[in-house]
């Protein structure tokens, strides 16, 4: 099984430890991305336009980031087995995409939820049953080398900045090309980068629908229906997007103060819950939600998903090699 930097954290008692470091990723990926805000909007937009040539070879850039996906495993052997794990995943995008669902209280439904909650989720829940008791927390804070957890945040932000305009490349691949790009780090440094590109990815999706006018994330596409974008094409930004900025910095440090305040409360008390009870309840509650909104053909898709990535962690080798299931379908549709 392979194992994250912060549940590798957690396992060793520096559970809080983890999540401050996180905390601290974000919100520098914030500060990151404001700093480039302004090149990202006249590079991609007015004067330079280089999303009108970007878009005319995003299927090449989709092909080499797959091929980056698979070629960067650590043996020969773990390419095969990622190639596996992408091309299985691809096909079962490629059947499930097609089909009609429909949600007993929301009709019609997605396929994407029950795939995506199968693939990530449910795995992780059930081998999560075989761990041991969460042993006490330090409450301590991080020590972090500036210059290290800034270089970081810098390629964690860089990288979410990337993806945020290419379709169905999520913060997830964003994730491998910051590591690639990082080289070899400490848990520690990685959990700073990994929490940076998170952040970076969802603050450059927000922005790219004000200057591309493409949505490439369920929140954008609900702030698209939510009332009409006005496009930035002018050195100010529109006054809509000025409040989402706004809006971006206040909540982002008021959720890095109150994600330390309730995680130091639930480090000092997590020993005490039961770990498997926990998978167990989150489970239930996981597949309960993929049947209101995705009916029975919905769970279908969610337990072969399931077992797709259950395969993906048996073989050890990336989880993000399961986003197969957009990429390929995607680049076939570019291709053919």
Known sequence: MV?????KMLLEGNGYKAISLSAMGSLGAIFFSFLILIPFRFLLGSPFNFYTIFKDIIPWILLAISIILIATEKSLEHVIHASAIFF???IFGMLIFNLS?????????????PALAGLFGMPTLLLSLKEREIPPQYI??????????????????????????????????????ALVAGGKRNKEDTIVTLSAVNTANAFFVVLALFVVERARSGAALAIQEMKSILKW????????LCF????????????YYAT???????????????????????????????FIFTGIMGICIFIVATF?????LELRVRRSLCMGVLLLPILITYFL
Not at 101 to 109: G, N, Q, V
Not at 308 to 312: A, R
């Open 233 to 240: 094409d002018s050195i100010m930004p529109p006054p809509s």
């Open 88 to 90: 299985l995943s691809g």
């Open 140 to 177: 301590e804070e991080a020590e972090v080398d500036v210059v290290e957890a800034g270089k970081g945040i810098g390629i964690g932000t860089a990288s979410g900045s990337m993806v945020s305009i290419l379709p169905g490349v999520t913060s997830a691949v964003a994730t491998i090309i």
């Open 244 to 255: 989402f900025l706004i809006a971006i910095i206040v909540a982002g440090i008021i959720a």
């Open 308 to 312: 797709i990535g259950l395969f993906c």
């Open 101 to 113: 669902l429909s949600s007993p209280i929301h009709a019609p439904a997605s396929p994407l939820f």
């Open 3 to 7: 194992i994250l930097p912060a549940h």
């Open 260 to 290: 330390k305040f309730f995680g130091k409360i639930i480090a000092k008390n997590i020993s005490s819950i039961s770990y498997p009870l926990l998978g167990k309840i989150t489970m239930v509650a996981l597949s309960f939600l993929v």
